[in-house]
């Protein structure tokens, strides 16, 4: 069954966690898809994790609708949530209009998710005034990495733990349907949780969270340029893949591939007739 924001919503009402992972092309949000997900974030982490880039900054509009395109159309069951990169929402209500409509045309997202809070109150009511749902996040927002001055916990000290819960009403209330929660004090994100009536995704946000989200390749093995602590490796795909490459590249290098079973015939007259 297709999950919708109701489904989101009624899973916080009935007490069952949410689950929802990245991914970025057909094949990956396809076979998620298949495992039951209940959603799908394209999220910019794109930026580092496909393109090579160190943060979400470079990250584009044509970038997410390129892929967001592509894992809706593996995502048969799953919520396709799509990231708003960075300053395509930022400076203004419009921009933050006309750029939710395009994720949502042509990146065919269900929902689209941007970061921050108070502060972006106008652009989540303007989005969601116009039927476009809209996922919020707080805490460590990788789109303001250069205001941080790197990537740590958030919400440690009384007036930012402050801050943050009054965010999280405050973008509750302008209707967000969920919120993420990225590096933040476990017993903060369990108020969160219990101060506003929409769920909250959590990755690094502890257990009391609605749902969890990972970042597909940290939680397989196959990303390493730095893993947070917060990341649970549930395969060795990144070793998996490395040997199966390397077995190709000797069977390519001793002949031993491919073999006649993975070619195609043809007459031998045919061949005979040739000058
Ligand atoms: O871009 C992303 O993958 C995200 C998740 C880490 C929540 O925003
Ligand atoms: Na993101």
Redesign the pocket.
């Known amino acids: 069954m297709k999950n919708t924001v109701a489904t989101f919503r009624k899973a916080k009402e009935d007490g069952k966690k949410l689950s929802m992972l ?1 991914a970025y092309d057909y094949s990956t949000a396809s076979l998620l898809d298949a495992a039951g997900i209940n959603g799908i ?1 394209v ?3 794109l930026g580092n994790v496909i393109l090579g880039y160190e943060d ?1 900054i470079s990250v584009t509009m044509e970038d997410m609708i390129h892929h967001g395109a592509a894992v809706a159309r593996g995502a048969k069951n799953a919520l396709v949530v799509v ?1 708003m990169p960075f300053m395509s929402y930022q400076g203004s209500v419009y921009d933050a209009l006309k750029n939710a409509g395009r994720l949502m045309k042509e990146g065919r997202a269900n929902a689209v ?1 941007l970061e921050g809070g108070v502060e972006v109150v106008p652009q989540i009511e303007a989005i969601v005034q116009a039927g476009i749902p809209v996922m919020g ?1 707080l805490g460590l927002t ?1 789109q303001s990495i250069n205001a941080f001055g790197g990537y740590k916990v958030q919400g440690k000290d009384e007036a930012a733990a402050q801050k943050l819960l009054d965010d999280a009403k405050a973008i509750a209330e302008a209707g967000v349907f969920a919120i ?1 929660l ?1 590096c933040v004090p476990s017993a903060l994100a369990k108020k969160v949780t219990e101060a506003v009536p929409v769920p909250t995704i959590g ?1 690094g946000a502890g257990a009391d969270c609605d749902g969890q ?1 990972l ?1 597909y390749q940290d939680m397989l093995g196959m990303f390493s340029d730095f893993t947070p602590k917060f990341v649970k490796r549930y395969a060795n795909i990144g070793e998996a893949m490395k040997a199966a490459f390397k077995g190709y590249i000797d069977e390519v290098g001793e002949g031993a591939f491919p073999t006649a079973e993975h070619g195609y015939g043809i007459s031998n007259e045919v061949i005979q007739k040739l000058y």
């Open positions: 990245t974030l999220g910019d982490s979400t990231d998710k996040h990788p993420v990225e990755i989200i970042v």
